[in-house]
């Protein structure tokens, strides 16, 4: 006790000490004054900034609420708008592009689009915000630090079987120039495939429902947007599998533009670079020339579509994986052929 006494009373001498030397110093005692007064400030200021954050908190779980529990409009789609700065500028960019250009491909179905407060930065986060507001699809932009800005998109799985589904990422152009709608209708074709993977499968679709899709698409990449090369892969193949299946269907003045759609997209694909996609579209031109010279017979064309389907082919026999189908297959083949030898298992009891 008499340690403590002590201490307290070294503190309350260094004090008096302290508030003589300020009165004997006006100087000292109004810069002590500005500084209470600047103190005063900052927990004012750090006051206010924590009732915001709370308030901001608040709000975006209401809405998050309110999300989750309207469930009279069909599909449910979040834009995150993001901080200051460039992310904001993207978020407001992809906002504009699923309201003004998502219907194109949703075939008349109800979507509500929502505008979610605050920001939004990876993977897991934007998983926990799904699972909080039941959305269909969020999209928000992130900017890591060297980079000029992403668009990302998650989609909810289709089914409960479905495992949960991975954001994709695309790369925004360095120029806002290039914001242009071009770029505005593509990102909300990328939304759109993201919400419905079967816009990639054009045979899973009517004509009179597949023909405007594929006609969008050809009218975007006509206008050469500044989209993620990604992005433009994808478009520029579901637009050449949307015409083949359009001409198989029966619609006369798709076999032509079918042909050279093909033939177009073949004429850009890398084959080093992208050997999947190489081949795909081989099959696709040759699939279109089969077609187009049944129309109208030409061996010319004939010839050419065979020429193009046995590449594929041979590029296909040298895939690793195809080699390890067929030693599955083969396999197969050498178990069924020894499950018909019944009768020598049974002579020998077994053995062989």
């Known amino acids: 006790m008499d340690f403590l006494s002590g201490i307290f009373k070294a503190l309350g001498d260094a004090w008096a000490s302290v508030e003589g030397g300020l009165v004997g110093t006006p ?25 915001v954050r709370m308030a901001l908190g608040l709000r975006r779980t209401a809405l998050a609420s309110a999300v989750k529990r309207d469930n009279e409009v069909g599909a449910r789609i979040l834009v995150v708008r993001g901080g200051a700065g460039r992310r904001s500028a993207i978020s407001a960019f992809l906002r504009k592009a699923v309201e003004s250009h998502l219907k194109d491909y ?11 407060p605050g ?50 990422t695309f790369a925004m152009p360095k120029d806002k120039t290039d914001w242009d709608d071009a ?17 990639g499968r054009p045979q899973d679709f009517r004509p009179e429902r597949l023909q405007p899709v594929v006609e969008s698409l050809l009218s975007i990449l006509d206008q050469k947007p500044k989209a993620d090369q990604a992005l433009l892969a994808e478009m520029v ?51 279109a020339l089969r077609l ?26 040298s895939e690793p994986r195809l080699k390890l189908a067929e030693s599955a297959a083969q396999a197969i083949g050498e178990a069924q052929k ?7 298992f049974s002579i020998s009891g077994g053995g062989l």
């Open 27 to 51: 100087q000292l005692a109004g810069i002590g004054l500005i500084l209470l007064i600047g103190a005063f400030f900052a927990v004012l200021v750090l006051g206010l900034a924590a009732l």
């Open 106 to 116: 949703m075939f008349g179905g109800p979507f509500r689009v929502v505008a979610y």
């Open 119 to 168: 920001s939004l930065e990876g993977d897991e986060r934007a998983q926990l915000l799904m699972k909080r507001t039941d959305a269909d699809l969020i999209l928000w932009a992130e900017d890591p630090r060297g980079s000029k800005g992403f668009a990302r998109i998650l989609a909810r799985p289709s089914n409960t079987f479905e495992t949960a589904r991975t954001p994709v």
């Open 183 to 199: 770029l505005n209708r593509a990102m909300a074709y990328a939304a759109a495939k993201q919400f419905r993977p079967a816009l």
């Open 237 to 287: 193949d579901d637009a050449s599998a949307g015409a083949l299946q359009l001409a198989f269907a029966g619609n006369d003045a798709w076999i032509d533009r079918s042909v050279d759609i093909a033939r177009s997209t073949l004429g850009e694909i890398n084959r080093s670079a992208a050997p999947d996609r190489w081949i795909a579209a081989n099959i696709t031109l040759g699939r």
């Open 292 to 317: 187009k010279a049944e129309k109208r017979f030409d061996p010319v064309m004939l010839r050419e579509g065979i020429a193009h389907l046995t590449e594929a082919l041979e590029a296909l026999r």
């Open 338 to 344: 020894l499950l018909g030898t019944r009768r020598k």
